[in-house]
């Protein structure tokens, strides 16, 4: 019998949601619960961890889990690993649906770093204005860090901030490149700090930060171990069909 599993919480998983369902295929959609109010989905959603590699390697037994899809966010690299793992040692197919990498264009101006503790380095300099991109589970890294003045944008307002200096906008994507054009220029940022999430949804502030010509400190994403690994969901329903899951097409 066929079970999908989609480990979610990002555009991609939420498309491959809605096809999953228009297909008829039995799928449980997974949240990491990091967000207060996540979108509602067409399938079964379970919210939380997991406990560990050997907690999904027991969750995957347990509801006969035939197939996991890895659709969490680039940097979500600690539920990959687990993933990888937990399937290896269950047997269980598993394939990342994986947004493209962003890549400089012309008139942009990156400075790459190879995770959060190298950008709290680098942020070790005199007070400047800074759009902190990075989420908030990282924002306490960044108190080490405390002159500069911090523009966030959060999915929920944060019960307490552990910056001392910092204003909060409250939204949730996809933006504009005009509206982030016009937020950098009310908050008077000089630098953009931002995760390489790729896709589409959060662009919009690297489009503004070329026009108005700020630098941005990018953070390359985490290496992870070798998998099997889509870019759409047209590769999915392939990767499927021929792992044996009957598409009805």
């Known amino acids: ?64 889990i035939s ?3 890895d659709a969490t966010h680039p940097f979500a690299s600690q539920m990959s690993r687990n993933a990888i793992e937990a399937c290896r040692d269950a047997q269980t197919p598993l394939a990342a649906l994986t947004r493209p990498a962003w890549r400089a264009q012309s008139g942009d101006d990156w400075r790459h770093v190879p995770d959060i ?4 380095d680098a942020l070790n300099v005199e007070a400047q ?33 552990p910056l001392p200096n910092a204003d909060v906008v409250v939204a949730r994507g996809p933006f504009a490149e005009a509206d982030d054009r016009a937020l950098m220029q009310r908050h008077g940022t000089q630098l953009v700090v931002s995760k390489n999430a790729g896709g589409t949804g959060a662009r919009a502030k690297l ?31 392939d990767w499927l069909a021929h792992s044996g899951v009957n598409l009805g097409v």
Do not use: C
């Open 117 to 120: 503790p190298a950008a709290v």
């Open 207 to 237: 489009d503004a930060a070329r026009a108005l010509g700020l630098p941005v400190l990018m953070i390359d994403r985490p290496v992870l171990p070798e998998r099997t690994e889509l870019s759409t969901i047209a590769q999915v329903l």
């Open 67 to 69: 197939h996991v899809i």
């Open 1 to 64: 019998m066929t079970h999908l599993l989609i480990l979610g919480g990002t555009t991609e998983a939420n498309a491959l949601a809605k096809t999953v369902a228009e297909q008829g295929l039995a799928a449980t959609y997974s949240y990491a619960g990091r967000v207060e109010n996540p979108r509602p989905q067409p399938l079964p959603v379970r919210v939380g961890g997991f406990g560990g590699v050997q907690g999904l390697v027991a969750y995957i037994h347990h509801n006969g």
């Open 129 to 161: 204005r800074v759009f902190l991109a990075v989420g908030r589970m990282h924002l306490e890294e960044f108190s080490a860090q405390p002159q500069h003045h911090y523009l966030l944008r959060l999915v929920d307002a944060p019960e307490e901030l």
